[in-house]
Nanobody, 127 residues
Framework: QLQLVESGGGLVQPGESLRLSCAASGVTLDYYSVAWFRQAPGKGREGVSYISSVRDLTDYEDSVKGRFTISRDNARNTVILQMSSLKPEDTALYYC????????????????????WGQGTQVTVSS
C-alpha cells in the first residue's frame, strides 16, 4: 500500500522560500503521476503542480508559474515542491497525491485521478 507523508511546511514572510517534500513508502513512485494540491480556509481544494508518470513532464497552476518547481528525487522515493517568492495568498494546507501506476505517460489535473493522499503540511505566508 502506497503511503505519502508531506513535510517542510511552516511560517514564512512574503518573498521567502519553502521546500515541501512528499515521501512515499510501501511502493516506489516509478510510473505514478504525482501532484500537489492546496486548500485554504473556506475554499475548495486547488491543484498547484503536477508531474507526469514516465517522462516527468510538469504543469502548474497559473498563479504559481515561475515561482514553484516540482521534481522527483528517485533515490529517496520523494517528490519535491520548491516554492519561492511566496505570497500571502499561497497560505494553505498543502497535500501530496499520487495516482497510478501509469506506464503510458500520464499527467492528471483533477483530484479524482489520484488514489493516494497525504495528510498535508501547513504553509503560512505572513508578515
Amino acid at each position: 500500500q502506497l503511503q505519502l507523508v508531506e513535510s517542510g511546511g511552516g511560517l514564512v514572510q512574503p518573498g521567502e522560500s519553502l521546500r515541501l517534500s512528499c515521501a512515499a513508502s510501501g511502493v516506489t513512485l516509478d510510473y505514478y503521476s504525482v501532484a500537489w494540491f492546496r486548500q485554504a480556509p473556506g475554499k475548495g481544494r486547488e491543484g498547484v503542480s503536477y508531474i507526469s508518470s514516465v517522462r516527468d513532464l510538469t504543469d502548474y497552476e497559473d498563479s504559481v508559474k515561475g515561482r514553484f518547481t516540482i521534481s522527483r528525487d528517485n533515490a529517496r522515493n520523494t517528490v519535491i515542491l520548491q516554492m519561492s517568492s511566496l505570497k500571502p495568498e499561497d497560505t494553505a494546507l498543502y497535500y501530496c497525491a499520487a495516482g497510478g501506476p501509469h506506464h503510458e505517460d500520464t499527467i492528471m489535473v483533477v483530484p479524482s485521478g489520484y488514489d493516494y493522499w497525504g495528510q498535508g503540511t501547513q504553509v503560512t505566508v505572513s508578515s
